[in-house]
């Protein structure tokens, strides 16, 4: 009997595990550890409605997109350092949309992407959400004529 009851847990204990999982959805990743915590993706429309939702207390918003088109962009190298220069955070491959939760204070956000680097200052506070968007060229390929 107790067997069962342990395997019964254990079997609880897998569902509320991916449920858990299920709790960030489609986003393409997300943290909540060392580092600023983020979620990260938004790829199709019913993804980037669950990051809305799910990024409503975070307090950077990073929105990648093509200049011109608007198409959103998912190829974004950042990195992010406090105003004495330590490394916030650090992703490859970011976007379309990339939501950080930071402490209040000033940080340098670098974009990298289609072989330009992009550096801004912003400040953010806590309880506000601060929403940054970097435009790249369109590829070749996505250009108007």
Not at 128 to 138: D, K, M, P, S, T
Request: charged share 20%; proline share 4%.
């Amino acid at each position: 009997m107790k067997s069962m009851g342990w395997r019964a847990t254990f079997a609880s204990a897998a569902v509320l595990a991916g449920l858990a999982g299920a709790a960030i959805g489609m986003a393409t990743a997300a943290q909540d550890g060392p580092g600023a915590a983020y979620l990260n993706g938004g790829a199709g429309e019913e993804e980037r409605q669950e990051l809305q939702q799910q990024g409503a207390g975070y307090t950077l918003l990073l929105r990648f997109a093509n200049r011109g088109s608007g198409a959103y962009r998912a190829d974004v190298d950042v990195e992010i350092r406090d105003a004495k220069g330590a490394a916030q955070l650090q992703l490859a491959q970011a976007g379309p949309l990339l939501y950080v939760r930071l402490p209040s204070g000033s940080y340098q956000i670098t974009a990298r992407a289609a072989g330009q680097t992009q550096t801004r200052r912003i400040s953010v506070a806590d309880g506000a959400q601060r929403e940054l968007v970097l435009y790249w060229a369109a590829p070749p390929d996505e250009q108007e004529p």
